[in-house]
Structures are given as C-alpha cells and as structure tokens.
Nanobody, 128 residues
Framework: QVQLVESGGGLVQAGGSLRVSCAAS????????MGWFRRAPGKEREFVAR????????YYADSVKGRFTISRDNAKNTAYLQMNSLKPEDTGVYYC?????????????????????WGQGTQVTVSS
C-alpha cells in the first residue's frame, strides 16, 4: 500500500502560479504511476495529469496543456503539479492518486478507476 498526502494549495490571483505536492509513504514510490485529478464546486472529479513510474511519459487534460506540468522525484517519494497561468476555472480540490498497475499507454482512459490510492486533497482557489 501507499499513503498519499497533498500540500501546497492556497489562494492565488488569476494569471498566477502555484505548485502542489504529493508526498507518498509506504511501498516503493517508483512502482506507481501518479496522477492528479481535481473536483470543481458542483462538478464531477476530472483528470488533470498523469506521469509514468520513472517520469518518462506525461499526459495532460486539454484544459491544462501548456499551463500545468506534472513531475516526480522518486528519491523524495514526491510528485508535483506546477500550475502556471491559473484561471478561475482551475479552482477546486486537487487530489493526487497512485496507479499500481502496468498499463498500455495506448489504452489509458485517464479515469479515476485506473488508480487505487488517493490523497485527501488540497484546495486551490483562483480569484479573478
């Protein structure tokens, strides 16, 4: 198992930047692909970004492509989401998640059910 704890959320003005972190404990962090999801008020949780086990491959939702960067430091058991050019519609609770399964990149759905472990979330609020 792996336990995940997010941090780094907060209040930022539109156009600003924020980096959220996900610290993992438990079994070897490098065995998990990592993802970030978010839930905006009144909406379903949605995929934001994914990074492969050693960080070679990354995937992004169209809504954040070019603005957000997912990364990981396996030596520190931590994943990151750098968010630039933030917009009010980026407001929500951001969750990190760990996927313990080896998956064909061509078959990724970027859905919640591809992940087995979740953090508690960190609030990101972007003011206009």
């Amino acid at each position: 198992q792996v336990q995940l704890v997010e941090s780094g959320g907060g209040l930022v003005q539109a156009g600003g930047s924020l980096r959220v972190s996900c610290a993992a404990s438990g079994r070897a962090f490098s065995r998990y692909a990592m993802g970030w999801f978010r839930r905006a008020p009144g909406k379903e949780r949605e995929f934001v970004a994914r990074i492969s086990r050693i960080g070679r491959s990354t995937y992004y939702a169209d809504s954040v492509k070019g603005r957000f960067t997912i990364s990981r430091d396996n030596a520190k058991n931590t994943a990151y989401l750098q968010m630039n050019s933030l917009k009010p519609e980026d407001t929500g609770v951001y969750y990190c998640a760990a996927d313990p399964n080896v998956r064909d990149p061509n078959g990724l759905k970027h859905s919640s059910d591809e992940y087995g472990y979740w953090g508690q979330g960190t609030q990101v609020t972007v003011s206009s």
